[in-house]
């Protein structure tokens, strides 16, 4: 009786030991499997972050927070919703079609259709700034080319196209007579009796 007891003993501890172990085997496995899960997400974000690498020499313009914030009146979360909307580009774009009126090298009323096809609240906005940047330049004696008075009339125009914008006025040919004022260097508008 005494080493069926001993046998049955002996077989308890063994069962013990197995069930340990299995439990041991299973959270170690488990374990194993969570650790390779979060190193193969760790080398899928790396490979990711290395593919948004850009090489030097290939980086982005640095944005132009300063003259952003001036165009956004300084409000930092306007600026840099318009950063994030992509508006940099837009405005990149208005230069250099504004530039090459300017240079007698576009057609306005081209140029004023395409810009009718964008956000016209913004591109007022935009070419408000860069009508009040001239007059400004003119205040501190850089530039004697056009009149003051024409120039607020250029500005009170503007401000009134945005008061109409939703108003059933044709956008492009106020735009277009917007532009030509820019033609060939900015002139304002002349005051019509």
């Known amino acids: 009786m005494q080493s069926r007891n001993q046998w049955k003993k002996k077989a308890i501890e063994r069962g013990e030991t197995a069930r340990a172990q299995r439990k041991e085997i ?5 374990e194993r499997d969570r650790y390779q899960q979060e190193a193969n997400e ?7 972050q290395r593919s948004q690498i850009v090489p030097y020499g290939q980086q982005k313009p640095e944005i132009e927070w300063q003259g952003l914030l001036e165009f956004c009146g300084n409000a930092p ?3 840099r919703e318009l950063e994030q909307s992509g508006f940099i580009n837009v405005a990149r774009a208005y230069a250099k079609d504004l530039n090459a009126i ?20 913004l591109c007022l906005r935009w070419l408000y700034a860069q009508a009040a940047k001239i007059m400004r330049q003119q205040a501190d004696g850089g530039n004697a080319n056009q009149s003051t008075e024409a120039c607020y ?3 009170r125009e ?3 196209l ?4 939703n108003g ?16 060939g260097g900015f002139t304002g508008i002349q005051r019509t009796a």
């Open 26 to 30: 299973y959270r170690v496995r488990t």
């Open 77 to 79: 979360l306007f600026a």
């Open 42 to 48: 760790a080398k899928t974000e790396l490979d990711q």
């Open 158 to 160: 503007l401000n009134q």
């Open 153 to 155: 009339v250029y500005l």
């Open 102 to 121: 300017q240079r007698r090298e576009a057609d306005p009323v081209a140029v004023a259709r395409k810009w009718a096809k964008t956000d016209i609240n």
């Open 168 to 183: 059933g006025v044709n956008m492009d040919l106020n735009l277009a007579r917007l532009l030509f004022a820019w033609y």
């Open 162 to 165: 945005k008061r109409l914008q």
